[in-house]
């Protein structure tokens, strides 16, 4: 069974910085596709980035592009979540996901349905 397991959350004021990290562990493959979701207060979980197996073709979602950027280490079963110029309606619980190799799923999926394996989730507090 593969666990996901997030850290890099805190509190950051309003333009500043955090990287979330996502190591999988407990599984036989190396390659996974995986993601980054969102969960504010009284708000559903929502897409953030997401990229393929292989650590390419990246995805985001239209309210983080040109601020948040998603990286993956293919030998260490990473995925990085880089946060610059953040903003106080980035604040939410963050998870990381990754998708099942078994299902021969390698591309980059941006529904939460899609996935398999989540993290507990890192809190992301931007205060202004």
């Known amino acids: 069974q593969v666990q996901l397991i997030e850290s890099g959350g805190g509190l950051v004021q309003a333009g500043g910085s955090l990287r979330l990290t996502c190591v999988a562990s407990g599984g036989t493959y190396s390659g996974y596709a995986m993601g980054w979701f969102r969960q504010a207060p009284g708000n559903e979980r929502e897409f953030v980035a997401a990229i393929n197996w292989n650590g390419d073709s990246p995805l985001y979602a239209d309210s983080v592009k040109g601020r948040l950027t998603i990286s993956k280490d293919h030998a260490k079963k990473t995925a990085y979540l880089q946060m610059n110029s953040l903003k106080t309606e980035d604040t939410a619980v963050y998870y990381c996901?990754?998708?099942?190799?078994?299902?021969?799923?390698?591309?980059?999926?941006?529904?939460?349905?899609?996935?398999?394996?989540w993290g507990q989730g890192t809190q992301v507090t931007v205060s202004s």
């Open positions: 996901a990754a998708v099942n190799p078994r299902r021969g799923i390698t591309g980059t999926k941006i529904h939460a349905y899609e996935y398999d394996y």
